[in-house]
């Protein structure tokens, strides 16, 4: 089994700043990509952000300059630090990670968690 768990969402006001964390655990050979997506309701699940094993980061369009991907593949974790946040920036976020184990690889997913931006 492979556990993904987010934390660190909540209430901001606009233009403040969050930071989501998400740390995977479990029987895991290989971590490839690692990203972050987000939902908002309404809307279908959308990417935000991936960063790959060797670093290379791409980005929606939506949080260039303001969200910034990092990793730690010692800890098998990744972090969002979203600047200057807007009021569409709301949603629930969900970490991904592309992971091989025992006998297959495949994408998985945390529980989410919510961000929401208001005044």
């Known amino acids: 089994q492979v556990y993904l768990v987010e934390s660190g969402g909540g209430l901001v006001q606009p233009g403040g700043s969050l930071r989501l964390s998400c740390a995977a655990s479990g029987s895991m050979l290989y971590m490839y990509v690692m990203g972050w997506y987000r939902q908002a309701p309404g809307k279908q699940r959308e990417l935000v952000a991936t960063?790959?094993?060797?670093?290379?980061?791409n980005y929606a369009d939506s949080v260039k300059g303001r969200f910034t991907i990092s990793r730690d593949n010692a800890k098998n974790t990744v972090n969002l630090q979203m600047n200057s946040l807007k009021s569409e920036d709301t949603a629930v976020y969900y970490c991904?990670?592309?992971?091989?184990?025992?006998?297959?690889?495949?994408?998985?997913w945390g529980q989410g968690t919510q961000v929401t931006v208001a005044s």
């Open positions: 960063i790959s094993r060797g670093g290379s980061r």
């Open positions: 991904n990670a592309f992971i091989a184990i025992q006998g297959s690889r495949g994408d998985y």
